[in-house]
């Protein structure tokens, strides 16, 4: 089971940006699946979660309104748009499929996990 992040960078502020994460070994249809980052010398925390489905979708406060997640389950991909990014956004992006079919919040809830893919927001 592999999780491949990728389409992290360097963005302006007020730019866009869509870190995109393909999931192999499995298929992942029925999962749920999320986004979490981790900026240097702080925890892991949650940004976006999504159902099995597409159906339902869940924002941390800070992103409401400038990011969205969406998945292509014949790809088994899941994206992350990333509009109008700001520099506290700047972290290491993870991606990670829940346990269970739905939106999860949670670090514990999320069985497998990406690489990480960087992304810094330039001001």
């Known amino acids: 089971v592999q999780l491949q992040a990728s389409g992290g960078g360097l963005v302006q502020a007020g730019g866009s940006l869509r870190p995109s994460c393909a999931a192999s070994?499995?298929?992942?249809?029925?999962?749920?699946m999320g986004w979490f980052r981790q900026a240097p010398g702080k925890e892991r925390r949650f940004v976006a979660a999504?159902?099995?489905?597409?159906?339902?979708?869940y924002y941390t406060d800070s992103v409401k309104g400038r990011f969205t997640i969406s998945r292509d389950n014949a790809k088994n991909t899941v994206y992350l748009q990333m509009n109008s990014p700001k520099p506290e956004d700047t972290a290491v992006y993870y991606c990670?499929?829940?346990?269970?079919?739905?939106?999860?919040?949670?670090?514990?809830?999320?069985?497998?996990w990406g690489q990480g893919t960087l992304v810094t927001v330039s001001s």
């Open positions: 990670a499929v829940a346990k269970s079919r739905w939106v999860a919040t949670q670090t514990d809830q999320y069985d497998y």
């Open positions: 070994g499995r298929t992942f249809s029925t999962y749920g």
């Open positions: 999504i159902s099995w489905s597409g159906g339902s979708t």
